[in-house]
């Protein structure tokens, strides 16, 4: 593993937007490679032991982000390869729901309405809930670089990046973006341990970062982040599952559909519901099985039994 030229710490660089008028915490040359610390999503308003109360009390600011850093020659037209070397967690993690009182978070709001904390012990390579085993591929959810226009919030993803959540982007992989603003002005946060695909009830083991990136400044800029990945060993993902469907014409419902399906599912083995809501966010991919058969098309929900007691 390079050693890094440079350490950024949330200590020295933290901001809650995208700005492209934000002056760069750290100027670097393609090649070199710098060492994030990031905080977690809550930027440190939740530790172990917090419960509903303190979140239902905690504002959001926006993503806690580090940075931004800027790439020499790196202009708008370009695009920027991100090479995550790697990604490193702290040895806590938190999932959540919000409490509110019209309802809860995510993709099922009322599934949870009154809120869930569930705290994880991350010093492992695999952390528990509620008897399953989920092993950890460390990730960030919020990496990218400054719009043309802002300030911006953090919440959505744009073509530029953010708030992407996918959880593929491992240690190993290479992520191409667009370049908008001189030196493209790079950030990144919202560490994840673990996610399923849809981070169905708003979030994944939110935990503190390390990362290590280089950069790479190409000719061509991408209309939308690309990437390329080495798996992260998530074969566990494969094998033996327990899956539902949602069918019909609109595929966030057909989401719901599924993601209802299987915490039905979930109960009948025993879960409470809002806890099959945070086992889902963590370890359940909802997935896009077919959009050729109009005027229907396919969700699945797919949970490896691997993670279950």
Same mark, same amino acid.
């Given at each position: 593993m390079?050693?890094?030229?440079?350490?950024?710490?949330?200590?020295?660089?933290?901001?809650?937007?995208?700005?492209?008028?934000?002056?760069? *915490?750290?100027?670097?040359?393609?090649?070199?490679?710098v060492r994030f610390d990031c905080l977690d999503a809550s930027g440190g308003r939740l530790s172990p032991g917090t419960g509903v109360e303190e979140l239902r009390n905690a504002e959001f600011l926006g993503h806690p982000l580090t940075g931004p850093v800027a790439v020499e020659g790196a202009e708008p037209g370009d695009g920027l390869v991100v090479e995550l070397l790697s990604v490193e967690t702290g040895d806590w993690? #938190?999932?959540?729901?919000? &409490?509110?009182?019209?309802?809860?978070?995510?993709?099922?709001?009322?599934?949870? &309405?009154?809120? #869930?904390?569930?705290?994880?012990?991350?010093?492992?390579?695999?952390?528990?809930? +509620?008897?399953?085993?989920?092993?950890?591929?460390?990730?960030?959810? @919020?990496?990218?670089?400054?719009?043309?226009?802002?300030?911006?919030?953090?919440? &959505?993803?744009? @073509?530029?990046?953010? @708030?992407?959540?996918? +959880?593929?982007? #491992?240690?190993?992989?290479?992520?191409?973006?667009?370049v908008a603003v001189a030196g493209g002005r790079f950030s990144i946060g919202d560490g994840h341990g673990a996610q399923g695909d849809g981070e169905v009830c708003i979030t994944a083991i939110e935990c503190p970062t390390t990362v290590d990136v280089r950069?790479?400044? #190409?000719?061509? *800029?991408?209309?939308? &982040?690309?990437?390329?990945?080495?798996?992260?060993?998530?074969?566990?993902?494969?094998?033996?599952?327990?899956?539902?469907?949602?069918?019909?014409?609109d595929l966030h419902a057909g989401a719901e559909q599924a993601l209802s399906g299987m915490l039905d599912r979930l109960e009948e083995r025993g879960f409470d519901r809002p806890d099959a809501y945070v086992l889902c966010s963590v370890a359940c991919d909802l997935q896009v099985s077919q959009v050729v058969n109009a005027p229907n098309w396919t969700v699945t929900a797919r949970l490896p039994e691997r993670v279950l007691p």
């Amino acid at each position: 593993m390079p050693t890094p030229d440079h350490h950024l710490s949330h200590e020295d660089a933290l901001h809650h937007d995208w700005d492209p008028t934000r002056d760069p *915490a750290l100027t670097v040359s393609p090649g070199e490679v710098v060492r994030f610390d990031c905080l977690d999503a809550s930027g440190g308003r939740l530790s172990p032991g917090t419960g509903v109360e303190e979140l239902r009390n905690a504002e959001f600011l926006g993503h806690p982000l580090t940075g931004p850093v800027a790439v020499e020659g790196a202009e708008p037209g370009d695009g920027l390869v991100v090479e995550l070397l790697s990604v490193e967690t702290g040895d806590w993690g #938190v999932t959540y729901t919000y &409490p509110g009182d019209d309802g809860g978070s995510g993709l099922l709001p009322d599934t949870a &309405p009154d809120g #869930v904390v569930h705290h994880w012990d991350l010093t492992g390579d695999t952390a528990e809930f +509620r008897g399953c085993e989920i092993p950890l591929a460390p990730f960030p959810g @919020n990496l990218g670089l400054a719009p043309a226009d802002g300030p911006s919030s953090t919440v &959505p993803p744009r @073509n530029v990046g953010g @708030n992407l959540d996918v +959880r593929h982007l #491992v240690a190993g992989s290479r992520l191409h973006l667009p370049v908008a603003v001189a030196g493209g002005r790079f950030s990144i946060g919202d560490g994840h341990g673990a996610q399923g695909d849809g981070e169905v009830c708003i979030t994944a083991i939110e935990c503190p970062t390390t990362v290590d990136v280089r950069f790479e400044v #190409v000719d061509d *800029a991408p209309e939308v &982040p690309w990437f390329e990945t080495p798996g992260g060993g998530q074969d566990w993902r494969e094998g033996p599952a327990l899956c539902t469907t949602g069918i019909g014409p609109d595929l966030h419902a057909g989401a719901e559909q599924a993601l209802s399906g299987m915490l039905d599912r979930l109960e009948e083995r025993g879960f409470d519901r809002p806890d099959a809501y945070v086992l889902c966010s963590v370890a359940c991919d909802l997935q896009v099985s077919q959009v050729v058969n109009a005027p229907n098309w396919t969700v699945t929900a797919r949970l490896p039994e691997r993670v279950l007691p």
